[in-house]
Structure formats: structure tokens, C-alpha cells
């Protein structure tokens, strides 16, 4: 199982960028995806996740109302569309994939078996 971050780059304060998470080698519709940031010097911690069935979206409070989280299962590819960005959104972001996730655990890092490599966000002030 192979996860690719992209759309990672430099983005003002107040603009918007939109990541992706290609996934290959699972059938990608039976897995839940989420999306983690790990800022310097900081623990990675959940963004957004989304469960395979039936589509349910969840956030950090720090980011609702300004993330969204989606899914294309017609091309195994799961987004997070990033808008009104902080400087505090600055980080690596990474995607992940895991199965049998439960509403309690989409929060957890532990949760998700596979992980993309990363794609880095930089929010200037």
C-alpha cells in the first residue's frame, strides 16, 4: 500500500491550498482516510478524517469551518481543501489509511496502518 501527499507549498494568510492523498494497492473505498500535521518541534496531531462508510467527516476544532476533507473513490484519492489559512497552519501534513476505524478512534494516530509521506505547508504572516 502506497500514499502520496501532494499540494503542499507556501500559501499567505488568508489564502487556500488544496492537498491530495493518492492511495494505491487497497481497495480504497473500504478505508477510512485521515489527514494529521506535525508542526517543528511538535507532536503530530489529527486534522480531519473521513470513514469509508458512508462518508462521515470529522475535524479538530482548530480547522472546522475553514478544512474540508473529501474523497473521489473513482480515483483513490482523498483531498483536504484548506481555506482562510493561519500561520499557525504551518506544518508537514501527512495522509493515512486505516480500516475498521471506529468514531471514537479516527482521531488517533494508532488507528491507521498506513501513512503517506508528507507534504509541507508554510503559512506566512
Known amino acids: 500500500v502506497q500514499l502520496q501527499a501532494s499540494g503542499g507549498g507556501l500559501a499567505q494568510t488568508g489564502g487556500s491550498l488544496r492537498l491530495s492523498c493518492a492511495v494505491s494497492?487497497?481497495?480504497?473505498?473500504?478505508?477510512?482516510i485521515g489527514w494529521f500535521r506535525q508542526a517543528a518541534g511538535k507532536e503530530r496531531e489529527f486534522v480531519a478524517g473521513?470513514?469509508?462508510?458512508?462518508?462521515?467527516?470529522y475535524y479538530t476544532d482548530s480547522v472546522k469551518g475553514r478544512f474540508t476533507i473529501s474523497r473521489d473513490n473513482a480515483k483513490n484519492t482523498a483531498y483536504l481543501q484548506m481555506n482562510s489559512l493561519k500561520p499557525e497552519d504551518t506544518a508537514v501534513y501527512y495522509c493515512?489509511?486505516?480500516?475498521?476505524?471506529?468514531?471514537?478512534?479516527?482521531?488517533?494516530?494508532?488507528?491507521?496502518?498506513?501513512w503517506g509521506q508528507g507534504t509541507k505547508v508554510t503559512v506566512s504572516s
Open positions: 494497492g487497497r481497495t480504497f473505498s473500504r478505508y477510512s
Open positions: 473521513i470513514r469509508w462508510s458512508g462518508g462521515s467527516t
Open positions: 493515512a489509511t486505516g480500516s475498521s476505524i471506529i468514531l471514537t478512534q479516527i482521531s488517533r494516530t494508532h488507528a491507521y496502518d498506513y
